[in-house]
Nanobody, 127 residues
Framework: EVQLVQSGGGLVQAGGSLRLSCAASGFTSDDYAIGWFRQVPGKEREGVSCISSNADSTYNADSVKDRFTTSTDNAKNTVYLQMNSLKPEDTAVYYC????????????????????WGQGTQVTVSS
C-alpha cells in the first residue's frame, strides 16, 4: 500500500521555525517528484517547494524563497520541509505529494497530476 505520512507542524510565533516530514512507504521516493503544497480556506492549493525525482528541477514559490527548503533522506524514504522565518501569512494546511516519473518544473509546481498525497498538517503562525 502506498502511503505518505506527514508529521510536524503546529503553532509557532512569527520568526520561528518548523520542520515538516513526509515519510513514504510502498514506493521508492527517488522515483518520484515530491512537492509541498499548502491551502487556506477559500483558496486553491498552491505549490510551495517541489523537487523532481532526480533533483535536477526544483521549484520554490516566491513567497517562501530563502526561507523554506526541501531536503530528502533516501535511506529513510523521507522528505523534509524546513521552514524558517515564518510569517502569519504562512498559516495553512500543508500537504506533501508524490508525482511519478522525472518531470520538469512546470509539472512539479502544480498540484494537478500528483499521484499520492499526505494527510495534511496544520501550520499556524501567530503574530
Amino acid at each position: 500500500e502506498v502511503q505518505l505520512v506527514q508529521s510536524g507542524g503546529g503553532l509557532v510565533q512569527a520568526g520561528g521555525s518548523l520542520r515538516l516530514s513526509c515519510a513514504a512507504s510502498g514506493f521508492t521516493s527517488d522515483d518520484y517528484a515530491i512537492g509541498w503544497f499548502r491551502q487556506v480556506p477559500g483558496k486553491e492549493r498552491e505549490g510551495v517547494s517541489c523537487i523532481s525525482s532526480n533533483a535536477d528541477s526544483t521549484y520554490n514559490a516566491d513567497s517562501v524563497k530563502d526561507r523554506f527548503t526541501t531536503s530528502t533522506d533516501n535511506a529513510k524514504n523521507t522528505v523534509y520541509l524546513q521552514m524558517n522565518s515564518l510569517k502569519p501569512e504562512d498559516t495553512a494546511v500543508y500537504y506533501c505529494a508524490a508525482l511519478r516519473g522525472n518531470k520538469g518544473v512546470m509539472s512539479i509546481r502544480t498540484p494537478n497530476g500528483y499521484d499520492y498525497w499526505g494527510q495534511g498538517t496544520q501550520v499556524t503562525v501567530s503574530s
